[in-house]
């Protein structure tokens, strides 16, 4: 069995095109490989070392890309990403919750969308109703992941680095106004301080008194 590759430059370099045929043979041997690794829900050709735009995805049902194509998408979001080839390095990543995509052996395109399912009434649906819209987004998520292996492109270039949230320091002296949601005051920071520290006071930052 290959073994997956990680760590490595050859993941950076675009896979070529390859014919439906031998597409849907390196897809058995990757389907192969997950399966007994147990550990995955999707991998790409180049991870074992095939040059071949060909992935595998078994999120919600075992699908095939074959030279695929993302035509459409939208609806950004965060997500927290893992990747075979990158053990232990769990990276902070922007995806879209809608996308389009087409793939040789199919003459339709596939509509991957990991928007909630609305659904009208109550019944047994209801406690299987968050895990699916959980499965149908990491399949939309999975999807784009192999994807981008097929470019080139790992979780490493997809990084977002999140902005630290910078609290401003009051000097001691300086007058600043807190609220405790029904009226505001005045302070010096060094009085206002323990009255914030108890909890049931804040800096008031805008928005309604009620």
Known sequence: MKHVVTFDKSLEKPCKIVSVEDGLKIATELFNILNKRGDGIGLAANQIGIDAQVAVVNVCDPLILINPIIKEKWDEIPYYEACLSFPKNNIHTK????????????????????????????????????????????????????????????????????????????????????????????????????????????????????
């Open 95 to 210: 995806r879209f919750k809608n996308i389009v995509i087409h793939t040789e052996q199919e003459d339709s395109d596939w509509y991957f969308s990991g928007a909630e399912n609305p659904t009208e009434g109550k019944g047994s649906w209801e406690h299987n109703k968050k895990e699916d819209d959980e499965l149908r987004l990491l399949e939309t998520v999975c999807v784009q992941h192999e994807i981008d292996h097929l470019n080139g492109v790992t979780i490493m270039h997809r990084e977002h680095k999140r902005e630290p949230i910078r609290i401003k320091k009051f000097g001691r002296n300086e007058i600043v106004m807190i609220t405790d949601g029904k009226e505001t005051k005045d302070l010096k920071y060094k009085k206002a301080k323990p009255l914030i520290d108890s909890g049931e006071w804040e800096i008031y930052i805008g928005g309604p008194i009620t």
